[in-house]
């Protein structure tokens, strides 16, 4: 089974990333490991906002519909 993806769990761990690569105390490998989980992250967050867009799209153009046919 797929895991659910949290938008704002996300979030909460990409700002906890930044302050731990903005801070500039690990390693180098802990912070490419870090920048990779940001990176998959960020783009996690970026494909559902933008299907939450879309969404919000079709309910708009609905509505539209609708209320012209009133």
Request: proline share 1%; with cysteine; charged share 40%.
């Amino acid at each position: 089974m797929a895991k659910k993806f949290d938008y704002e769990k996300s979030i909460a761990r990409l700002q906890e990333i930044v302050e731990l690569l903005e801070n500039g105390e690990l390693p180098l490998d802990e912070s490419i490991k870090l920048f990779e989980e940001g990176t998959k992250l960020s783009a996690e967050c970026y494909k559902q906002l933008s299907r939450a867009e879309q969404k919000i799209t079709q309910i708009t153009e609905i509505e539209k519909t609708e209320e012209g046919k009133e």
